[in-house]
């Protein structure tokens, strides 16, 4: 009796996926669709296009993980090793094209620039190893540390290591919070959209950062020319 309980408490009172709208529900249908694999995939987008931070995705999966839709141990694994690859692409990058061809690359696209690429080429300059395991807690610098660890040619057994530590911690973190989560699922389907809300924000406000930036750098050429 106890065991039919269980089971009928547990997916069956999960919110649906597909009942949650904007981008939670995105985030949470494909991870549902696809599993640990496709959590494993949205981090490695986080990390080299950082199109869907891993704030969102993880905390999301750790919810499914709860309600018993995908295996903890799995996710936390193939999230890690998807946020590594990631950082071993910006590596094998910044290895290639050096910092200052990163930071004119970076120059030219949307919501970065290139004193971004050259502040983190400072931060791994003064702390190497401590900057790469560090920069896993710190969005954007996740990514953009791997650029100069590989234009530096770290050594790459050292820079997986560090990468893996830290992402792994950072991800124990985020889908642990998910799983505090999975147990008031009913605030996923009520309050996802806020979270939609929250994450449209930051993004409006780094494209305004971005955009003010850019005008100001442009008038000081302007002014010096």
């Known amino acids: 009796m106890t065991h039919a309980l269980h089971a009928l408490a547990a997916p069956a009172s999960a919110a649906d996926p597909g009942q949650v709208g ?12 696809l599993g640990a694999p496709g959590a494993g ?3 490695f987008l986080e990390v080299v296009f950082p199109p869907i931070p891993s704030e969102v995705v993880l905390p999301l999966a750790g919810y499914l993980v709860q309600v018993g ?3 903890l141990v799995a996710v936390l694994v193939l999230c890690t090793l998807g ?15 050096g910092i200052r061809r990163a930071a004119a690359l970076a120059d030219r696209m ?9 502040r983190s080429a400072d931060w791994f300059r003064r702390h190497e190893g401590a900057a790469v395991f560090t920069g896993r807690f710190v969005p954007g610098v996740r990514s953009f540390i791997s650029v100069p660890a590989g234009a530096a ?7 997986s290591l560090l990468t893996l530590l830290g992402s792994g911690i950072w991800n124990a973190v985020l889908i642990g919070i998910g799983m505090a989560l999975g147990t008031q699922y009913r605030l996923v389907e009520e309050y996802g959209h806020y979270v939609d809300y929250a994450v449209y ?5 780094l494209l305004a950062l971005a955009v003010t930036r850019r005008v100001r750098r442009v008038r000081a050429e302007r002014r010096a020319g």
């Open 22 to 33: 904007g981008l939670t529900g995105f985030v949470l249908q494909v991870v549902d669709a």
């Open 41 to 43: 995939a949205l981090s």
């Open 69 to 71: 839709r995908i295996d």
């Open 83 to 97: 946020a590594w690859l990631g950082a071993l692409v910006l590596y094998g990058f910044g290895a290639a094209v």
């Open 110 to 118: 949307p919501l970065v620039e290139a004193d971004d690429v050259h």
């Open 153 to 159: 040619r770290m050594n790459l057994v050292k820079f």
């Open 201 to 205: 924000a930051v993004l409006a406000a």
